[in-house]
Each structure stands twice: as C-alpha cells, then as structure tokens.
C-alpha cells in the first residue's frame, strides 16, 4: 500500500541548475498539492492541482512549475536552481475539498542549491 | 494576526506525562480540524480529524475543537518517548470556500525516558 511516493530521496544541486521531483499517489485522488518545509516556518503551499490538465498556484509558486497529465502523477519542476530553494519539498494528495481535504504526504525530498 | 497560531515549543516532559498542544486560528470559516504528527526526516502524517465544535478521543490521545474561542487542543495521556515528534495542526473551510487546508507552524515535543 504505497500511497504518495517522491522520488529522489535527497538532492544536490548547482545553482542555475535544473531538476523535477517526482510524485505519484496510488489513492485515485483527484487532488495533489506540493508544500516546501523550511525550519521554523511551517509548510507554504508552492502549486496544487484538482485534477488531471488543472493546476493553480500557491502562496509561493515563484521559481517553480508543475504539469498534471495523469491523476497519478504530479512533477515538480525547478528551471534554474536558487540557493533560496534548499528545503525540504513535500508532495501530498486528497479526494477534495471541505470534508475531503484530509490530506496523506509522501516521505519529502531534501534539496540543496549550492 | 496570522490565519493559524501554533506555540513552537519545542515542549519537554518525561515519560507519562500529560500533554497539551494548542492552536488558535482566525478564521471563523474552518470547520475540519486535524492533527498531524511528523517523525524527523519524514513526512506529516495525519493523527486526528474533526469536524466543528467537540471532542474525539482515540486511544491515549484527544483532539477538542472550540469554535466559540477559535482554539483547537491535542491531549496526550501517559505519554511515551515514542510521541517525540513535531506536531502540526491543519484546518478547512468548508467545501465552497476553497481548496486550501491551513497549517500550523508545528510544535515539537520530547518526551524523556
């Protein structure tokens, strides 16, 4: 029962560098939602999406892109690497809103810009 | 005023102790309330959920939702060095209103043998 799986565990990047962290669920959720945790300051939601082809930002979506072709899968794309991106990225999926919204997080993955 | 506050800690108690983790929130909106406990190095995980005003129990542990202060409480009974974790609290609005689920900034508590 795998549930929501990221991939790559860990990371190192140059700066200016590029890389997409990956996301699948297995739930048949319709949402999907990528947090970036930084120590101190609690989770701030970077993009979500309500479903395959629809995606929306989130408090702090600079830097960062997503696409959601499939309802199993929701990549996180950094085009150039900033040292203000070192944190640890959570993805995370619900069946919707209100009642719904209990939300199941995959294992994080923890990046580094140098 | 931030939309959810939750005390940092970090909270220290020895093993068997009582715990109360608290949040206060703004909104009168959010009628979900949740609890997420989150091991280091690992992701939330979801402890506690509840809907408006109450109290739900589930084992050593008891979730209560005050609507009329805009307070929501975590007890934990005899407590083990197994609860050693950070914990978040989570609330929604009701469907209509949106799709965001509000954290806490969490609490981190440690629990001494």
């Known amino acids: 029962n795998a549930g929501v799986t990221q991939t790559p565990k860990f990371r190192i990047l140059k700066i200016g560098q590029s890389m997409t962290l990956q996301c699948t669920q297995d739930m048949n959720h319709n949402y999907m939602y990528w947090y970036r945790q930084d120590p101190g300051m609690g989770l701030k939601l970077i993009y979500y999406s309500v479903g395959a082809g629809i995606t929306d930002k989130g408090e702090v979506p600079n830097g960062y892109n997503v696409s959601r072709s499939t309802t199993e899968d929701f990549p996180l794309r950094l085009e150039l690497a900033a040292p203000s991106q070192t944190s640890v990225y959570f993805c995370?999926?619900?069946?919707?809103?209100?009642?719904?919204?209990?939300?199941?997080f995959g294992a994080g993955t923890r990046l580094s810009v140098l | 005023q931030k939309e959810v506050e939750q005390d940092p800690g970090p909270l220290s108690v020895p093993e068997g102790a009582i715990v109360s983790l608290n949040c206060t929130y703004s909104?009168?909106?959010?009628?979900?309330f949740m609890w997420y406990r989150q091991y280091s190095r690992k992701g939330p995980e979801l402890l506690m959920y509840?809907?408006?005003?109450g109290n739900k129990e589930d084992g050593r542990f008891t979730a209560q939702v005050d609507k009329s202060s805009k307070y929501i409480s975590l007890f934990i009974r005899d407590s083990q060095p197994s609860d050693s974790a950070t914990y978040l609290c989570?609330?929604?609005?009701?469907?209509?209103?949106?799709?965001?689920?509000?954290f806490g900034k969490g609490t981190t508590l440690s629990v001494s043998s």
């Open positions: 909104n009168s909106a959010f009628q979900y």
């Open positions: 509840t809907y408006s005003s």
């Open positions: 995370a999926s619900s069946y919707g809103r209100g009642s719904k919204n209990i939300q199941y």
């Open positions: 989570a609330m929604s609005p009701q469907e209509q209103a949106g799709t965001a689920l509000i």
